[in-house]
């Protein structure tokens, strides 16, 4: 991204403060967010990890109500109550094998919670023209160097395979994730942070459905209903923003 953005589109660099702006923004939304979700999952099962992520969007659109004195519309609240209600019928069978130690629960909400301050941040900073895919790459970049001295401290060799399947999973972290899905991500923060948060709520419905291609779990009458729900909050969510005379994210 830096190569490109930099060397290739001659994209100006970041200055001043902007290099704070953008370690701070990597530091909650990679090192911080990211760490605490690895450690999270080792004491979570996979059922209420899928539920974390549409915790996001109720996180951050409380955030905007409080520190930007707007009102939560009765709209935006039905339609944030019918999303996590859909996320929570689709999840519903994987709960009979759900297991969750208090601290692995704890750690999880603290990077749920870091995560939603971070798109807040993200959301509030005046950027100044400076492009997004050096922004993505700048933080992606400290995010991971901030992360450093903690991997040194519990690195153990013995647990990484360097074969293929680790390759590929590297890969896809760097490629659709890091690079396409954030890009896509920051861009739709810059346009509304609360209302591009109801797009979180399409992330674990997306998980079930990836889960039965690629470990065949089932589909199940919950997660058809649960993925109408999710569907039709975020669909009356648009209608209603477009309604008061914005456009549709």
């Not at 890009?183 to 990836?210: E, H, I």
Request: glycine letters at 8%; a positive charge; proline letters at 4%.
């Amino acid at each position: 991204m830096l190569l490109i953005s930099h060397v290739v589109l001659r994209q100006r660099l970041p200055r001043g403060r902007e290099w704070g702006h953008i370690a701070l923004y990597g530091l909650l939304s990679n090192s911080i967010y990211l760490g605490l979700y690895v450690f999270a999952m080792r004491q979570v099962s996979a059922g209420l990890g899928s539920l974390a992520v549409a915790t996001n969007p109720l996180f951050i659109n409380l955030l905007t109500a409080i520190f930007l004195r707007q009102r939560l519309s009765a709209s935006t609240l039905f339609c944030l109550l019918l999303c996590m209600a859909g996320v929570t019928l689709a999840a519903w069978p994987l709960f009979r094998n759900s297991t969750a130690t208090p601290t692995g629960l704890l750690t999880l909400l603290a990077g749920m919670i870091t995560y939603s301050v971070s798109v807040f941040y993200f959301s509030r900073i005046p950027w100044n023209g400076l492009s997004l895919l050096a922004i993505n790459g700048w933080q992606v970049l400290m995010g991971g160097a901030f992360l450093l001295p903690l991997g040194a401290i519990v690195y153990r060799p013995e647990l990484n395979a360097w074969d293929i399947r680790a390759m590929g999973a590297i890969l896809w972290l760097a490629i659709p994730v890091s690079i396409a899905a954030v890009q896509l991500w920051l861009y739709l923060l810059k346009k509304d942070a609360a209302r591009s948060s109801f797009w979180l709520f399409l992330c674990p419905v997306f998980g079930f459905a990836l889960s039965n291609i690629f470990t065949h779990e089932p589909i199940t009458g919950y997660t058809i209903a649960g993925m109408a729900l999710v569907i039709g909050g975020i669909y009356w969510q648009q209608r209603m923003a477009t309604s008061r005379g914005g456009s549709p994210r």
